[in-house]
Nanobody, 124 residues
Framework: EVQLVESGGGLVQAGGSLRLSCVVS????????IAWFRQVPGKEREGVSC????????DYVDSVKGRFTISSDNAKNTVYLQMNSLKPEDTAVYYC?????????????????WGQGTQVTVSS
């Protein structure tokens, strides 16, 4: 069974940091495209970053470049999103998603498997 389980969300003040984790099971982990998305109620799901678990290639949307870092630990079947210099506009539910190939594109239509999400709230 394919599962993606996110954790690490919470409440943090502006300027603070959080690290989200996404544990992936049911796949051959070393050959995936894993992405992070976020969604605010009433708005479309927004791509944040993606990574190739086979060679570590990464991509980021402009709004998080220089602040967020995506990484993977293949021994733990886990992808991380380190979020620094957080802003109130980063507040959202964050989801990880998986595809069986790396596209370099953080668009929901390229990902078939999703986690349940973890809430990130940044206070001003």
């Amino acid at each position: 069974e394919v599962q993606l389980v996110e954790s690490g969300g919470g409440l943090v003040q502006a300027g603070g940091s959080l690290r989200l984790s996404c544990v992936v099971s049911g796949f051959t982990f070393g050959n995936l495209g894993i992405a992070w998305f976020r969604q605010v109620p009433g708005k479309e799901r927004e791509g944040v970053s993606c990574i190739s678990t086979s060679d570590g290639r990464t991509d980021y949307v402009d709004s998080v470049k220089g602040r967020f870092t995506i990484s993977s630990d293949n021994a733990k079947n886990t992808v991380y999103l380190q979020m620094n210099s957080l802003k109130p506009e980063d507040t959202a539910v964050y989801y990880c998603a998986a595809a069986t190939y790396y596209s370099g594109i953080v668009d929901p239509k390229y990902y078939d498997f999703w986690g349940q999400g973890t809430q990130v709230t940044v206070s001003s």
